[in-house]
């Protein structure tokens, strides 16, 4: 990359405006302040394949694996589920704005997004999504994802020429770096997780696989791979959290502070496990960061949680650090679970949710429009 004489290196952003991306292990392999390059993945949608509906979908999570702050960088470790939401984008030929099936916070990422891209037409999203709202299980994630998801879709196939450098440009992609192709158009999820972040702080649901992500700032973002085969019993111990107001807390800061050792020593399970596709480590390290987030929202009845989960030799317990869930790791290869299931819901505080598939993050479009084109560092 080349720099001005006597300048520091142009670092790469996540999107237009925003400040030069850190990645990496911050307080493990990079010393506090190292700016690194940002790892992207680029998708290429063909549109030889689209047969004419907007289509995206996107997964909610229970929680996080891991959620913390590192070097004074806030972070979590997305837990991405088999539970969606789903929204479809439509043009609106009589002008307007109209939104069915989400709130406020997708109708302000839908705006900016097409503002950005330069659509000054009407249009129409219609989410319709199965995540559970106010329970820490990524909800207004997954429906802004979906929504944008929709809208990139619509956006590649009405924008392709000669609009489609254009939309390139205000969502800060190079043309050298995604050439044009004939039936296709290039995106990265970065440019969506920088329209969510402008909304509220956000999971890291629109990156595939599982991510370590700056949920507040956006400035650290790490692929830690996809999952090994894994299961989770979701419990909600009741009550609603709002993101932006527990993002505020007055001790917030302070709290993730405290419990920072903690917290380093959980990522390096998980990232470890993660690596080596050992469910055991993962489950270990989320357990430690379920610990960890005691003194900031406390699950009732945590240690009988980890006792029961220990007698049914679950993999390890993980919580939604902003909200009221928590789930039991389980390998799914288990003949049990239905049954284990059963059992656990008369003797774990909380009102079984159901039973889920940990899986890789990322937007699912209609079968086959979507390549993913590998990561690389850029």
């Known amino acids: 990359m080349e720099t001005a004489p006597g300048n520091p290196p142009i670092l790469p952003r996540l999107w237009p405006g925003h400040p030069p991306v850190a990645s990496g292990s911050a307080g493990n392999s990079q010393k506090k302040g190292t ?9 290429r949608l063909d549109r030889s394949l689209h047969q004419g509906e907007f ?11 891991v959620q913390g702050q590192l070097d004074g960088v806030d972070f979590l470790v997305t837990c991405p589920i088999d539970l969606f939401a789903r929204a479809e984008f439509a043009p609106a030929a009589a002008g307007g704005e109209r ?71 205000a969502h800060g ?18 440019s969506i997780a920088g329209t969510a972040l402008a909304v509220e702080p956000t999971d890291g649901l629109m990156f595939p696989g599982i991510v370590l992500f700056d949920h507040r700032r956006g400035i650290w973002l790490e692929p830690l791979g996809e999952p090994p085969p894994l299961e989770v019993l979701v419990f ?35 990232r470890d496990g993660l690596q080596r596709k050992d469910p055991l480590a993962i489950g270990a390290g ?24 220990k007698e049914v030799g679950a993999l390890g317990v993980n919580v939604a650090h902003s909200g009221s869930v928590f789930g039991l790791l389980l390998d799914p290869r288990r003949q049990d679970g239905p049954d284990l299931a059963s059992y656990l819901a008369h003797r774990i505080p909380g009102r079984f949710l159901g039973r889920y598939g940990v899986i890789g ?10 390549h993913q084109e590998g990561s690389g560092r850029s």
């Not at 989320?286 to 989960?309: C, F």
Request: charged fraction near 15%; hydrophobic fraction near 45%.
């Open 361 to 370: 993050g990322g937007i699912r479009w209609p079968a086959g429009i979507d």
């Open 286 to 309: 989320a357990t430690l960061s379920a610990l960890a987030n005691q003194t900031m929202l406390p699950k009732e009845g945590l240690e009988v949680i980890l006792q029961l989960s």
């Open 99 to 169: 939104l069915q099936g989400a709130g406020w916070k997708t109708m302000a990422a839908v705006r900016s997004f097409l503002k950005r891209a330069g659509y000054t037409g009407g249009w129409q999203v219609t989410v319709s999504s199965a995540v559970p709202v106010g329970k820490g299980m990524a909800s207004s994630t997954a429906d802004i994802t979906a929504a944008l998801g929709a809208a990139t879709l619509f956006l590649c196939e009405a924008f392709w020429s000669p609009g489609l450098d254009r939309w390139r440009s």
């Open 173 to 190: 992609m190079i043309p050298e770096e995604f050439p044009d192709a004939p039936a296709g158009c290039a995106y990265v999820p970065a």
């Open 236 to 270: 909600d111990q009741g009550g609603h959290v709002e993101t932006i107001s527990f993002n505020q807390r007055a001790d917030f800061q302070e709290q993730n502070r405290a419990k920072s050792e903690l917290v380093a020593r959980a990522l390096e399970l998980v």
């Open 35 to 43: 700016a690194v390059t940002a790892p992207h993945v680029v998708h």
């Open 55 to 65: 289509v995206a979908s996107c997964p909610g999570s229970c929680g996080e694996l």
